[in-house]
């Protein structure tokens, strides 16, 4: 009985620490973007359950769409489509209110990107 308590306390405290350790990803973000076209701005709204991501995102030429994602300890993934036909992937790490990493664009280019979160 004491052995299964202390297993119980255990794994809930593994899971507190895990909890603590994930990175508060959601809010409003501006992202710098370098690509082969170029330096493009980005902004993302962001809202966080667990693990989980989903938004909205804006570019510099106006357009918005859908973001998804997720957050794994400081890793970061998010995808959302573009006008041209194909997915967008930022993976990356945050750290505090900064975030940065690479992207992919539908495996036709790459570049990187560089985020602060605003307020």
């Known amino acids: 009985m004491l052995r299964s308590m202390t297993i119980a306390l255990l794994a809930v405290w593994c899971g507190a620490v895990l909890a603590l350790a994930q990175a508060d990803v959601a809010g409003n973000w501006s992202f710098t973007i370098e690509n ?6 980005r902004s993302m709204v962001l809202e966080q359950d667990g693990s989980t991501l989903t938004g909205t995102t804006t570019s510099d030429n106006g357009a918005t769409g859908s973001v998804s994602g997720s957050v794994d300890g400081n890793e970061v993934e998010l995808t959302f489509d573009v006008p041209a036909g194909f997915t967008v992937t930022m993976t990356g790490t945050v750290d505090g209110a900064t975030m940065s990493g690479s992207m992919n664009y539908g495996g036709q280019a790459s570049g990187s990107f560089t985020g602060s979160k605003d307020g």
């Open 36 to 41: 082969p076209q170029g330096t493009n701005e």
